[in-house]
T-cell receptor, first 114, second 112 residues
Framework: EPEVTQTPSHQVTQMGQEVILRCVPI?????FYWYRQILGQKVEFLVS????????KSEIFDDQFSVERPDGSNFTLKIRSTKLEDSAMYFC????????????FGQGTRLTVV | TQLLEQSPQFLSIQEGENLTVYCNSS?????LQWYRQEPGEGPVLLVT?????EVKKLKRLTFQFGDARKDSSLHITAAQPGDTGLYLC????????????FGKGTTLSVSS
């Protein structure tokens, strides 16, 4: 069964450092998403991406965040200068169409900023 | 701001019991989705409900979307220990949008 894969599973970084979280969406999907879940809190939408551009972003997705699809398979989330409060599980998801559709989530990357 | 409130937050029951968890909002959603999340893993989609009043069944799980599309429920019949997990509801605010809004979830524990 096709799945969304994320690497690394766990990333520890020092405050102020840049991190890149990587995702390989399901191959025939066209819409890609990043969500985050701070420990003990709800899953929060960060950004959606379609046709090589951002479709929608939340207030959380400020200038320190960026997304990219550098090739035909990878979808990355870059955090330029990490802060302690960026520590969370980051989930990548993909879907084959917009609207009332199934979004498939990856296993997540646990980011710990120290 | 659209919010999804889930209740109860925690539920601990014995194997064989029935249970219902609720997902409520003051806003209308074009669809609602139910996910199950295991510790340290990503949410796994269980079902999407789209039409007001819709009822969908997935084995022992029954999902209902309210007539006004503001609320949904998940009913589990004869719960089993394998049903243990975090159940999340999520809504797509509008069909033209892409962002899912999640509730905080209901943590279900089924003991044998």
């Amino acid at each position: 069964e096709p799945e969304v894969t994320q690497t690394p599973s766990h990333q520890v970084t020092q405050m102020g450092q840049e991190v890149i979280l990587r995702c390989v969406p399901i191959s025939n999907h066209l819409y890609f998403y990043w969500y985050r879940q701070i420990l003990g809190q709800k899953v929060e939408f960060l950004v959606s991406f379609y046709n090589n551009e951002i479709s929608e972003k939340s207030e959380i997705f400020d200038d320190q965040f960026s997304v990219e699809r550098p090739d035909g398979s990878n979808f990355t989330l870059k955090i330029r200068s990490t802060k302690l409060e960026d520590s969370a599980m980051y989930f990548c998801a993909s879907s084959d169409r917009q609207g009332d559709t199934e979004a498939f989530f990856g296993q997540g990357t646990r980011l710990t900023v120290v | 701001t659209q919010l999804l409130e889930q209740s109860p937050q925690f539920l601990s029951i014995q194997e064989g019991e029935n249970l219902t968890v609720y997902c409520n909002s003051s806003s209308v959603f074009s669809s609602l989705q139910w996910y199950r999340q295991e510790p340290g893993e990503g949410p796994v989609l269980l079902v999407t409900v789209v039409t007001g009043g819709e009822v969908k069944k997935l084995k022992r799980l029954t999902f209902q979307f309210g007539d006004a599309r503001k609320d949904s429920s998940l009913h589990i019949t004869a719960a089993q220990p394998g049903d243990t997990g975090l159940y999340l509801c999520a809504g797509l605010a509008n069909q033209a949008g892409t962002a899912l809004i999640f509730g905080k979830g209901t943590t279900l524990s089924v003991s044998s």
